[in-house]
T-cell receptor
Framework: AQSVTQPDIHITVSEGASLELRCNYS??????LFWYVQSPGQGLQLLLK??????LVQGIKGFEAEFKRSQSSFNLRKPSVHWSDAAEYFC????????????FGKGTRLSVIA | GAVVSQHPSRVICKSGTSVKIECRSL??????MFWYRQFPKQSLMLMAT?????????EQGVEKDKFLINHASLTLSTLTVTSAHPEDSSFYIC????????????FGPGTRLTVL
């Protein structure tokens, strides 16, 4: 069965500190991987995606993620967090057909303190 | 880029009434759209797959007679919550895959449904 695990429900970091959000997936074939961010009451914004090629993917807002096939992981990183990064972050996995929906992790809530 | 809209963005209704939510792909065609539900502080859960010109496919545990889905055109899917009850209060989000081969889903902004 397809699944995504985000082991950290809530993370608090200081502004300017580095960030890593963990994501592990289970998928029967080579997946497409995504990270989305959601502010309270808002929709989803795509941060970055991995389809193939370079396993280190650059996204918007200074985020990057690294696909590690051997660990079935796709962790999200940012070298220096800004207060505006406080939000809910979702990792998702999908098949390689446009007719397959995404499976989401439970999300990690990021709080940023001064 | 591909844009998906939803209408309304927020709706409050009385228990027992029906509510229709529209999901539109504004600048591309979508033969398939997906409907998700998100309860407060929880993740998105797939409810159903909407297929243009055919019946929707519902996930296990989702009542198809309660959540009616119609995908009448290549740019519009509608979700009707029939005889809504307070437990149906949730954030409903639709998505549609883009035209590329990478299964990037484009999400609507969501509809907040509150049933009193």
């Amino acid at each position: 069965a397809q699944s995504v695990t985000q082991p950290d429900i809530h993370i608090t970091v200081s502004e300017g500190a580095s960030l890593e959000l963990r994501c592990n997936y289970s998928y029967g074939a080579t997946p497409y991987l995504f990270w989305y961010v959601q502010s309270p009451g808002q929709g989803l914004q795509l941060l970055l995606k991995y389809f193939s090629g370079d396993t280190l993917v650059q996204g918007i807002k200074g985020f990057e993620a690294e696909f590690k096939r051997s660990q079935s992981s796709f962790n999200l990183r940012k070298p220096s967090v800004h207060w505006s990064d406080a939000a809910e972050y979702f990792c998702a996995v999908g098949g390689r057909s446009g007719n397959t929906p995404l499976v989401f992790g439970k999300g990690t809530r990021l709080s940023v303190i001064a | 880029g591909a844009v998906v809209s939803q209408h309304p963005s927020r709706v409050i209704c009385k228990s027992g009434t029906s509510v229709k939510i529209e999901c539109r792909s504004l600048d591309f065609q979508a033969t398939t759209m997906f409907w998700y539900r998100q309860f407060p502080k929880q993740s998105l859960m797939l409810m159903a797959t909407s297929n243009e010109g055919s019946k929707a496919t519902y996930e296990q545990g989702v009542e198809k007679d309660k959540f009616l889905i119609n995908h009448a055109s290549l740019t519009l899917s509608t979700l009707t919550v029939t005889s809504a009850h307070p437990e149906d209060s949730s954030f409903y989000i639709c998505s549609a895959p883009g035209a590329g081969n990478d299964n990037e889903q484009f999400f609507g902004p969501g509809t907040r449904l509150t049933v009193l």
